[in-house]
């Protein structure tokens, strides 16, 4: 990953928050662009094709959500969106797998098998019972439980991953968790509550979590 492509996704990913503001003055094109691109850049800054696939299909869910926001409801776009992010996660989870494929042994800490199942139970226990409640699209409810479950073994993986390398795998374990926070934010934002200030919480830490996954890289099992 160079310098280059970093300040690039940077540079439009804090261009995108600034003219959000002045959405009417752009049109959905432009945000669809901008809001993918520092996926697009990052993907195209990493050699691993696992983990590039997953950068750029964290951009196909740019583009689909944006679309979907600029409907102003639930569409078509809000379940390519989350399924291109669902997808995401579970090639992240098998590139950071493929770190420790020879140490077999490493184990993931019950602390922190306990610390991410609560976190995400105290995330999914209100916004699946608001939908089922309000809207009762138990489809939707089973999608959330099943976008939490592959977050969760992301979250896990990028764990094992650290302790088995933990000077390539500190990044990946940092972005993984910091991702797991965007994404709790949009989803309690979303089917829950309103959230001040949510739309700078949830692409801040989601811009900072692709940065810091696209950092990672496969270690080299001699140099171990």
């Known amino acids: 990953m160079s310098t280059l492509h970093e300040l690039i996704a940077v540079v439009t990913g804090t261009l995108y928050l600034i003219l959000w503001n002045f959405y009417d003055s ?7 662009c901008i809001k993918s691109s520092p996926a ?27 679309v979907d926001d600029s409907q102003g409801s639930d569409t078509l776009y809000f379940y390519m969106g989350l399924l291109s992010f669902l997808s995401a996660h579970l090639l992240f989870a098998h590139y950071f797998n493929s770190f420790h494929a ?12 306990v610390f ?6 105290a995330v999914l226990y209100p916004c699946v019972s608001t939908v089922l409640r309000f809207q ?20 896990l993986a990028s764990f094992k991953a650290f302790k088995a ?9 940092a972005g993984s968790l910091i991702f797991v926070l965007s994404d709790s934010v949009l989803a ?10 949510s739309k700078y919480i949830i692409l801040g830490t989601y811009y900072l979590a692709l940065l810091l996954i696209s950092r990672c890289n496969r270690p080299s099992i001699k140099s171990e």
């Open 165 to 173: 390398f933990p000077k390539n795998c500190t990044t990946a374990l």
């Open 188 to 197: 309690l934002d979303k089917f829950w509550r309103d959230i001040k200030f």
């Open 116 to 121: 991410v199942g609560a976190l995400l139970s």
């Open 26 to 32: 752009f049109g959905v094109e432009f945000f669809v």
């Open 40 to 66: 697009i850049v990052l993907s195209h800054g990493v050699e691993d094709i696992i983990l590039r696939m997953g950068l750029f299909l964290c951009a196909c869910g740019d583009a689909f959500l944006e």
């Open 136 to 155: 009762g699209d138990t489809v939707l409810a089973v999608l959330i439980c099943i976008y939490g479950a592959v977050i969760a073994s992301m979250a």
């Open 102 to 113: 020879d140490k077999s042994t490493v184990k993931i800490d019950t602390w922190f098998k």
